[in-house]
DNA sequence: TAATTCTAGGCAATCGATTGCTTTTTTTAA
DNA sequence: TTAAAAAAAGCAATCGATTGCCTAGAATTA
């Protein structure tokens, strides 16, 4: 059992026959201490090895320099990646960053929440798990004052500040310049549609046909397909039918279209010629696969450098102004070999 | 500007007519409480929306139920799922997890030490950064009575739980796969030779060579290639020597392995006839490049969840009994194509 | 019924840093 | 030389929860 006494400022302010006051103030700002004083006090800190207590800071006045984050995991590129950006920021601003993941759990995401708000975290920036049931935890927060930041996978109904990408307008790209290589039945692999990013996905999809006049067949709109597993049955299922798809756009993910590409190899079929594939996220796979994988660049490292910028600028004008705040992040059509049915 | 007065147990106090001493003793263990009275409480706290201020606990009880991890990056395989078997543990017991990246700087590493000291956490779990000059900011930690264990990279010289993978034991055997496969030249691509696991892979590659008694051959020996760029590079410079080796073992990550990989394809080489390839990590892309890469899965997971486990041992033994323990986890080879110039 | 033991609850100190206010000391101005 | 102003330092309350100790009343026992 260790019993380590920590020097405290008393123990500062003791040895040099001073006032706690003194020492706090020499450590701080350093107002009303000579620079004399001051000096031997920081000295003094130094020798005794003195390591401030946060805790205490923090319990007095009442806020901590110390921003939360919640994503459904840190092992996946677009998370690791937004939170890498954040850190840059908030690093510059001295600020720490306590990451949690949800699991893609509802309850794991609410216990993550309470336990940053109990921590009085001054931010929560969070990417809601997938399932979820409703945003009473979230509401919560705003009403503990904490500043909440939504980005990327958000609640709609939630008032709150978010970062999104404009996932609709790059879905209908990717799927106009799939239809623009010639390919005809395009099928959808689509995700969770409580998710608003993955509705938004779909609505590209739907808008990039409807461009080009081509139908809406329902039978190659799949759901839930988003790991490789899942996107490899799925793709066995649409390529039995009577009329397979020419393309896939796996708006789910990359891992996705990974299963999608193994099925096809599998099969014997041609990819890009018989087949298109279209992934989401830039995984750094998709340029090592044969063929390269088409997909989309989230931009994440930029989006998590927004979201930190969001708080700060908040936090800086003093008001809450910027409260029910929406900002883009446009995400990127990166063109590779799958698609490529004209080149060919 | 928010001004939000949270809910204190003052308050629930003053409205029941009670004393905080009480309420904090029907919110806890319920000790010296009628149960009539603690089911007052309780249901008032939630009606009056409580949360208990952590910080404030914390602060009297001298402990907070937080763990540190400081990892060079979280988006790496290893390090993010080391991190989830630590989080799998930690969740159970109610403990809660801070992630900080060093990002490979030694400054950032000790402001991230710093950091987690001042918050008082119970344990700080580490992984060291590339770059560093030494370790007065870890052995302070002991100091201010803080746990300490390290993990994968470790610092010999200090005295703390560890807990790694045997780096020598699997190279051995990578290498010695390879030479039972035929390869008579191989190459070591090795990592930085102050952080130890790098030394204990190349004495595996050099036990294998010495096993079968093969030549040392200092000019096939590169330093520092642990990128994709510096691996092609390395690889370049390797397959343009007089005598060029005809495998190399990527001892310093997969990455590099498919810079390797990268460099063969562009100069027509063949893999595995002509060139075997060894990395390690068992990224996820290894196994769908065209051939897949033989690498090393080091059961990082399990580690995660093992280096939890003896803190919590620890803990509960309520000795620091294990302070100098080192735990191994065995790594596994992982054969794929790369490597198999016998079999094709 | 009286003596004893339990229980429930209250009191107040404590954790360590911060900060508004007051007092003392020094400096400057008159 | 003295009064006024400014600087430096001290005092004490505060943040919110926890906990050892104390007491009044209830329950138990003799």
Redesign the interface.
Known sequence: ????K?VTIYDIAEKLNLNPSSVSRALNNGSNVSLSTRELILKTAEEM?Y??????A??RTGH?QTIGVIVPR??Q?FF??V??GI?EVT?EKGY??????SNESAD?EIKCV??L????VSCIIISVSADFEDYAHLE?IR???ISLIQFDRVADELDTMKVVNDNEKVSMEAVCHMISEGYQRIALLEGPQNLSIFRQRKAGYLAALKKYKLPVIPELIMENAWTTELGAAATKHLLALAEPPDAIFASTSDFSA?GVLEVADELGIQVPQQLGICGYSNE??TQ???PSITTIEQNSVLMGKTIAQLYFDELES???VAQNKLVNIQPELIIRNSTLKLSR
């Open positions: 059992m260790k019993k380590l920590r090895n390591k401030v207590n946060s805790i205490a923090n319990l901590n840190i092992n590129n690791a990646n939170i890498a850190e690093y720490n960053l306590v990451i949690c993941q794991r309470n336990t708000a109990n921590q009085h919560n009403k503990q004052g990974l750094s796979f090592i696969t044969n003093g008001t809450s």
